[in-house]
C-alpha cells in the first residue's frame, strides 16, 4: 500500500465554524448602491480595507474529482508568510450536496488552518469528528499525493459587519474578480458575487438583512447567484476532461443546483435533503 503523505501538525488550530450565507450575482454599479444603502442604515463596521488587494485560492481536487463530489472544496491561500488551508463541506455530511434551503441559505461548514506547508493535505484535517461520514467513504482509497491544482479564484474582498435584528451580526462581502484556469488560459468573465453571511446571533438577523436587500435591489436586478464558484472553476475545464472526469462533473453539477432540488422536493424527497 501506497504511503499516505501528510503535512506535520498543522501550526495553528484547525478551526472549525458554521456558515450560513446568501450568495447573489450584482454589478459593479449595484455594490456602489448597496454601500450607499448600507451607510444610510448605519450600525456598520470596516472590517477590510475600502480597495482590497486581490485574494489569491488555488483549489485542489482528484485527477477524477472526489472531493466535487463529496460536496467539498479545498483550497489554500497566501497569508504573507503562512499559508492557509480551507475546506468547505456540506452542513451534514452525511449528504454530499451543497443545496440553499427554503430561504436560499447555503449551509456549510468551513475548517481551516495556516501553516507554511504549501502542499495540500485532506489528512491534516481527518482529526475533526466532523468528517466521519466522509472518512468512512474516502480514507480507504484516498491519498493526499492524488491532490492536484486544478484552477484559481482571483477575487478582490471587501467585508462589512452590520449590526441587524436581533442582536445579530450580517457580514456582506463585496468579491470582485474572476475564476481563472492553472495555466491562465482561460477564465471567466469579470464576477460581481455579494454574500451575506450570519457571523453571530439569531438566523432572524439574516433573513431580515435578506427581505430588506431583495426588496430594495431585487428591482433594480439583484439576483440568487446561480451557481458557486467552485462550479464556475470547473466549468473552465470541461473543454479537456476525460469521460470519467465529465461523468463526474456532471453529476456534482446536477446534485448541487436549485433544478435539483426542486426535482427532488416535487418527488416528495425533500425530507432527505434536510434530515
Avoid at 450600525?43 to 485574494?55: H, I, L, S, V, Y
Avoid at 484559481?152 to 474578480?177: M, P, W
Avoid at 433544478?259 to 432527505?272: S, T
Wanted: charged residues 30%; aromatic residues 8%.
Amino acid at each position: 500500500m501506497s504511503k499516505i503523505n501528510t503535512l506535520p501538525k498543522p501550526v495553528t488550530k484547525i478551526e472549525e465554524s458554521p456558515e450560513p450565507e446568501i450568495q447573489y450575482a450584482a454589478t459593479a454599479e449595484l455594490f456602489a448602491e448597496i454601500h450607499q444603502w448600507l451607510e444610510a442604515r448605519g450600525g456598520n463596521k470596516q472590517k477590510t480595507a475600502r480597495e482590497p488587494e486581490d485574494d489569491v485560492a488555488t483549489y485542489y481536487d482528484t485527477h477524477n474529482y472526489r472531493l466535487l463530489r463529496e460536496g467539498i472544496e479545498y483550497r489554500i491561500k497566501n497569508k504573507g508568510h503562512m499559508m492557509r488551508h480551507d475546506m468547505k463541506l456540506p452542513f451534514d455530511p452525511s449528504n454530499r450536496e451543497v443545496l440553499p434551503d427554503e430561504n436560499d441559505i447555503l449551509w456549510r461548514t468551513e475548517l481551516k488552518f495556516k501553516t507554511k506547508e504549501v502542499k495540500p493535505s485532506l489528512m491534516a484535517f481527518w482529526g475533526q469528528a466532523l468528517l466521519n461520514p466522509v472518512k468512512e467513504r474516502l480514507q480507504r482509497r484516498f491519498f493526499d499525493k492524488e491532490l492536484h491544482p486544478q484552477f484559481l479564484s482571483i477575487f478582490s474582498k471587501e467585508k462589512i459587519d452590520h449590526n441587524a435584528v436581533c442582536g445579530s451580526r450580517v457580514e456582506y462581502s463585496f468579491q470582485t474578480g474572476h475564476m481563472e484556469s492553472i495555466a491562465r488560459s482561460k477564465r471567466t468573465p469579470t464576477l460581481h458575487i455579494l454574500e451575506i453571511e450570519l457571523r453571530k446571533g439569531d438566523l432572524k438577523g439574516l433573513l431580515s438583512e435578506k427581505a430588506a436587500l431583495e426588496a430594495e435591489f431585487g428591482p433594480k436586478g439583484l439576483v440568487l447567484l446561480p451557481q458557486r464558484k467552485v462550479i464556475m472553476g470547473f466549468e473552465l475545464l470541461s473543454d479537456d476532461m476525460t469521460a470519467k472526469q465529465a461523468a463526474s462533473f456532471r453529476d456534482a453539477k446536477i446534485r448541487n443546483t436549485r433544478a435539483y432540488a426542486a426535482a427532488i422536493e416535487e418527488a416528495g424527497f425533500g425530507a432527505r435533503l434536510a434530515a
